[in-house]
């Protein structure tokens, strides 16, 4: 955008600011009248720097989100995993404790939550070295979706993913 | 009796605070993956919000005045239009959070599709608001969430290491096997602080103290109603520590979802106890949605200077009421995009404590006025009390984004 331009439409947000903060006070609040201003033109400058900073963090998240996952990173994924499997487990052996429909839709939130930690295992790109790590935890990650979507057969692979887990950790 | 019921703004206040969903969530976790190790912040944090809205709820009593007035007067305008924007964004996503809550809380109840419920929550959250007095309000979802106390009789069922639950609320180095657990640990002891002293908190127990008349003659209610209510509120915070400590750490499990939390209650009570934590969460969740949207409506109309309180006819408020009506509206367009709402709002209680120092500055400021508050004005022990905690937030608030990114957004 032309700079004349980003200035008539600082301009015009001051104004409008002005406009919004110029209403006339109830006793009880505060004995200021309106903006000055100065003081919005400062409040402009502030709003100026805020998204900059956003800005800034924003390009140093994408740069630190694009490098290749350590095992740091992979463990994350397989830590909720394990968790998650260990909550099915647990809502199973539970189920007559609580009402069917409970069991049911928890089940079913609890399934949601095991498909967004294994797409977040499927989509991370990771080091070399940890290929194979990341491949096993995959399939775990589907054997326990397939289980939590309703397999009544499948295991919940809770001790395999905490295996994996530890093995990240050293 | 009249002002026994005044302790419901308190405990109301208490709820938004100490038992909302990502703090549920966030408070099982800290006790799962750390025991009792934390229960210091929770005390740390309990006096800290009994402090700070002991003061605003005086000010409020005395002067007729509420925090976002104070800010702009003591802050200017700058430096409160920065707070109004940041508390705007942190109440905006709790009350996203705090409505998807409330939706989850039916579906696992109803079994309806989750975004018709988050329809009908908006629905009613607007009707309450919009029918109810405010007194009516803090009344009947203070007791509700009351509810909640079936976290403690489970705990207790549990039967907790007492001595290791005592210990906890002294302070310590965190016995921890790795040092990234170290940073997880420091960054739990952050937010954890920063959610029991969530900002919201105090702009709400201010504005309602005003909404509900209180007098010079009130300081001494308004202490009372802050201590039994916050203290409520934190023995809530201990029980759901103690039932991540003692349930959940044993079986892996580190809860994501409010249904988690009520598994656990069902699995140590059974059906009855399922019911009542569903139920205390339903009123805790709804209770803290209702305080979101309405101290944002509070805030943005005591900045601008607008007529403002549920205690007005609408029309004589009607930006306060459009203000809060929004809220809710655009909460749960938040919320239909299919974001999890218990993200959201641990994201919103890592960013409030940025806010915190802005907040309650203005506040100690003028409570310790004596040519403001002449004989109400702050003692030794309420000066002492605040400058600790001011500095205290203000370390948490230059230590959270760093801690929040070192620890992966306190994934570990």
């Known amino acids: 955008m032309p700079v004349p331009r980003a200035m008539r439409a600082a301009q015009r947000a001051c104004g409008l600011l002005n406009r919004v903060m110029s209403v006339r006070r109830t006793p009880s609040a505060s004995h200021r009248e309106c903006a000055t201003p100065g003081e919005t033109r400062k409040a402009v400058h502030q709003a100026i720097g805020c998204v900059l900073a956003l800005a800034l963090v924003g390009a140093a998240a994408l740069t630190i989100s694009r490098r290749p996952a350590g095992a740091d990173e992979l463990r994350l994924p397989i830590a909720e995993l394990r968790s998650q499997s260990a909550e099915l487990e647990l809502l199973r052996a539970q189920s007559a404790a609580a009402s069917p429909r409970f069991a049911q839709v928890h089940a079913q939130h609890l399934a949601k939550a095991i498909d967004a930690s294994r797409d977040e295992l499927n989509a991370m790109q990771v080091e070399p070295a940890l290929g194979e790590v990341r491949t096993a935890a995959s399939a775990l990650a589907s054997q326990l979706a397939a289980a939590a979507h309703g397999a009544a057969d499948q295991a919940a692979p809770t001790a395999a993913l905490k295996a994996l887990e530890r093995s990240l950790q050293r | ?412």
């Open chain 2, 1 to 412: 009796m009249a002002q026994f019921a005044e302790i419901f703004l308190g405990i109301l206040t208490a709820m938004g605070g100490f038992v909302e969903i990502g703090e549920l969530t966030f408070t099982l976790n800290g006790g799962t993956r750390f025991a009792y190790q934390l229960l210091w912040v929770n005390l740390l944090g309990t006096i800290g919000i009994i402090v700070y809205c002991e003061m605003a709820g005086r000010v409020a009593a005395v002067k007729h005045r509420a925090v976002f007035s104070l800010i702009r007067e003591r802050a200017g305008f700058s430096a409160g239009l920065l707070t109004l924007v940041a508390s705007a964004i942190v109440n905006l996503l709790t009350c996203s959070a705090e409505i998807g809550g409330v939706a989850l809380l039916w579906q696992l109840v109803s079994g309806a599709p989750y975004r018709v419920l988050l329809l009908l929550a908006l629905l009613f959250l607007v009707l309450v608001v919009w029918l109810l007095s405010f007194q009516s309000i803090e009344r009947i979802f203070g007791l509700g969430g009351l509810l909640m106390i079936v976290f403690g009789i489970a705990l207790v069922h549990l039967g907790p290491d007492w001595r290791a639950l005592a210990a906890g609320f002294v302070p310590r180095w965190p016995q921890t096997s790795h040092p990234r657990d170290t940073l997880l640990y420091f960054y739990f002891a952050v937010a954890l602080m920063s959610s029991i002293m969530l900002p919201y908190e105090t702009y709400f127990y201010a504005s309602g103290g005003i909404e509900d008349k209180w007098k010079p003659s009130d300081v001494g209610l308004n202490r009372l109603v802050v201590i039994v209510g916050f203290t409520l509120g934190g023995l809530l915070s201990v029980a759901l520590v103690g039932m991540g400590a003692e349930f959940f750490a044993a079986k892996d499990v580190e809860p994501q979802l409010p249904g988690t939390a009520a598994l656990g209650v069902a699995a140590t009570l059974g059906q009855w106890g399922l019911f009542a934590a569903l139920l205390g969460m339903f009123f805790a969740f709804g209770g803290a949605a209702i305080e979101t949207a309405l101290a944002s409506a509070y805030n943005l109309a005591q900045f601008a200077g607008w007529p403002w309180g549920k205690h007005r006819r609408k029309r004589d408020a009607g930006r306060f009421t459009l203000s809060w009506l929004a809220v809710f509206v655009l909460a749960t367009i938040v919320v239909q995009t299919g974001v999890d709402p218990v993200s959201v709002v641990e994201y919103s209680i890592v960013f409030s404590v940025v806010v915190l120092p802005f907040t309650y500055f203005p506040v100690l400021m003028v409570a310790k006025d004596k040519s403001i508050m002449g004989e109400h004005a702050n003692g030794w022990l309420s000066n002492t009390l605040g400058w600790f905690y001011l500095v205290a937030i203000t370390l948490a608030a230059l230590a959270a984004i760093p801690l929040f990114l070192l620890t992966h957004g306190g994934r570990g």
